[in-house]
């Protein structure tokens, strides 16, 4: 691990990036020797697979599909003004 003054690394930031991408080497910036920062390379990240739970997560054949009870309780709480509860129509089923 390297730890370099910020005004050698404003300097030189160019040799310092390369050192931290290419030999994997994380750079400590410090201030006035107080170490503020580091300067790391990003590790790549892996494609997810497709797939990986197909068969594990079942969802019913009514999962998209509300229920009468939840709809009602829209247009008859106390929530919702009188005037929206008039204008409500039934949802056929």
């Known amino acids: 691990?390297?730890?370099?003054n910020?005004?050698?690394i404003?300097?030189?930031?160019s040799y310092y990036l390369n050192l931290a991408i290419k030999k994997g080497k994380p750079i400590i910036i410090c201030n006035h020797n107080v170490?503020?920062?580091e300067l790391k390379a990003i590790e790549p990240?892996?494609?997810r697979k497709l797939g990986v739970c197909?068969?594990?997560?079942i969802l019913p054949d009514d999962f998209n599909e509300t229920s009468q009870d939840i709809i009602d309780s829209f247009y008859t709480?106390?929530?919702f003004p009188k005037t929206l509860q008039k204008k409500r129509k039934k949802t056929p089923k």
Do not use: G, H, L, R
Not at 1 to 4: F, K, L, R
């Open 45 to 47: 990240v892996s494609k």
């Open 6 to 8: 910020i005004s050698e």
């Open 77 to 79: 709480n106390n929530i």
């Open 10 to 13: 404003k300097t030189n930031f």
């Open 35 to 37: 170490p503020v920062a």
């Open 1 to 4: 691990m390297i730890s370099e």
């Open 54 to 57: 197909k068969d594990k997560i």
